[in-house]
T-cell receptor, first 107, second 113 residues
């Protein structure tokens, strides 16, 4: 059964640095999503992506964030200048299937 | 604004002791209610989707039910391996195949042997 995959599993970065989180969603799905989960808190919607453009974004998804589908398989989330409060698990999803997540630690 | 409230926040059971988790929701136009299992440090693992009041779905020791205002996840004769956080999420008000979900905080279930 097709699965959503994500890399890396854990990323440590310094405050102010740029990070790119990568996902390979399920190929025949139309919508792709990024969610985040701060430790001990609920899973929060960040952005949905359809037909190579942002379909909807939350208040969390400010100008520091961007998403891209650079080729036919990868889907990326970029954080331009990371802050301490960006430390969280980031999940990619397509339809109702979630990837294993990337744990981002900002120091 | 869509809201999802799960109770209890934590539940501790003895192996074999059946119980239920609750998910109440306030949404404009429910399209689907989802249950997930989440193990520590992992992504949510899909369990069920319910679409209309009165619908029920089962998988092994789990059964999910839906009314117009809430959903229950019934766990029958749980085993220690059922220990996890159970998440409820709603899909609401979106057209087509948009699966944007709003999650509750989850119920942490611990099953002791």
């Amino acid at each position: 059964e097709p699965e959503v995959t994500q890399t890396p599993s854990h990323q440590v970065t310094q405050m102010g640095q740029e990070v790119i989180l990568r996902c390979v969603p399920i190929s025949n799905h139309l919508y792709f999503y990024w969610y985040r989960q701060i430790l001990g808190q609920k899973v929060e919607f960040l952005v949905s992506f359809y037909n190579n453009e942002i379909s909807e974004k939350s208040e969390i998804f400010d100008d520091q964030f961007s998403v891209e589908r650079p080729d036919g398989s990868n889907f990326t989330l970029k954080i331009r200048s990371t802050k301490l409060e960006d430390s969280a698990m980031y999940f990619c999803a397509s339809r109702a299937s979630f990837g294993p997540g990337t744990r981002l630690t900002v120091t | 604004e869509d809201q999802v409230t799960q109770s209890p926040e934590a539940l501790r059971l003895q192996e074999g002791e059946s119980s239920s988790l609750n998910c109440s929701y306030t949404v404009s136009g429910l399209r689907g209610l989802f249950w997930y299992r989440q193990d520590p440090g992992k992504g949510p693992e899909f369990l069920f989707t319910l679409y209309s009041a009165g619908e029920e779905k089962e998988k092994e020791r789990l059964k999910a039910t839906l009314t117009k205002k809430e959903s229950f996840l019934h766990i029958t004769a749980p085993k220690p391996e059922d220990s996890a956080t159970y998440l409820c999420a709603v899909q609401a008000g979106q057209g087509g195949s948009n699966y944007k979900l709003t999650f509750g905080k989850g119920t942490l279930l611990t099953v002791n042997p």
